[in-house]
């Protein structure tokens, strides 16, 4: 990789593209030539072409020059030695590199994605255990967890690809916040219990709010994912929780019934959470209540559980 900056000749040399090509990419997809001597024909940077490199490759691979230019102006920034970091970007997913976008997130979720990227699976457990050492169960789920795993759904969900990335820290969130939930055994009745929906499979919301309760004293039962109604009504009857989280991360598995047969049941609790994206505000049975994030969903397990000890205490 080149270390100076360099004239649109030059670097159309080097990729083997037109300079015409080269003024459309930077007129249509501001992949343009950053430096600027007063004077002087502004100049190709080292980043500037390593994203013209990912550009190229990505167009010449059927990839359409929109969809490159935007996992083009992902590429990293050079180290401080002046190279530049490679950049193994891929939109489908071919080469098993590239990038997991994590939006506004800190450098813990950039480091995280990279990590998850590699595979690493060593280094994603460690950063994940550091930040729940170091911020707790909730911080670590929204400001780290959830943008990389929001960041790998959504490549997955444009590419197809990246799924042993999301297998692989699925893997390492999950037993992370195991280890989290048992480091902080609250004592006590088990007041809370958690539920996926029926059909809902993606757990890992849940067992963060499980970790979270932990931290925060609370006592909890997990049934875990595919739920089915007549199996939660019946948890319910048999444990008689003060609070319920169903939780359901799809529209397909949000079905309303099943919190109308929760609040029906004999030993309904005081509380019903509506929690994931898959619950519609305007469709919930009335009573239920729709935490908009972790934070929320714990304060108000905690308030219940509050509230009942209070009751029997006088």
Not at 170 to 188: F, I, N, Y
Not at 200 to 210: R, V
Request: aromatic share 2%; charged share 20%; glycine share 8%.
């Amino acid at each position: 990789m080149v270390d100076e900056a360099l004239s649109a000749g030059a670097v159309a040399r080097r990729l083997g593209v037109a300079v015409t090509t080269l003024r459309t990419w930077h007129q249509r997809y501001g992949l343009g030539p950053s430096e600027h001597i007063p004077g002087h024909h502004r100049r190709y940077t080292p980043t500037d072409m390593a994203r013209l490199e990912i550009m190229r490759r990505l167009t010449a691979e059927g990839v359409s020059p929109a969809e490159a230019a935007r996992w083009a102006r992902q590429a990293p920034d050079p180290t401080p030695t002046g190279t530049v970091t490679p950049v193994r970007m891929h939109p489908s997913g071919r080469d098993g590199g590239g990038t997991i976008p994590v939006g506004r997130a800190g450098p813990a979720a950039r480091g995280l994605a990279r990590a998850a990227m590699r595979l690493d699976a060593a280094a994603i457990s460690e950063t994940i255990a550091h930040a729940l050492a170091t911020v707790g169960v909730v911080a670590t789920w929204e400001g780290l967890l959830r943008p990389v795993l929001a960041g790998i759904g959504e490549r997955h969900a444009a590419t197809t690809g990246l799924i042993e990335v999301e297998h692989l820290v699925s893997r390492c969130v999950s037993e992370a916040l195991s280890a989290a939930s048992r480091a902080k055994v609250p004592t006590g009745p088990a007041r809370i219990l958690l539920s996926c929906a029926d059909e809902e499979q993606h757990t890992l919301p849940l067992e963060a709010l499980a970790a979270a309760l932990a931290e925060a004293g609370v006592s909890y039962r997990m049934l875990g994912a595919r739920v089915p109604v007549a199996a939660l009504v019946e948890a319910v009857n048999r444990t008689g929780p003060a609070a319920v989280v169903l939780w359901s991360h799809t529209r397909a598995t949000a079905d309303p019934a099943q919190l109308s047969a929760l609040l029906a049941a004999p030993r309904r609790p005081l509380l019903a959470l509506a929690a994931g994206p898959g619950w519609r505000a305007d469709t919930l049975p009335a009573g239920v209540v729709r935490p908009v994030d972790l934070a929320e969903a714990v304060s108000l397990a905690v308030a219940v559980r509050d509230s009942l000890d209070q009751s029997r205490r006088d």
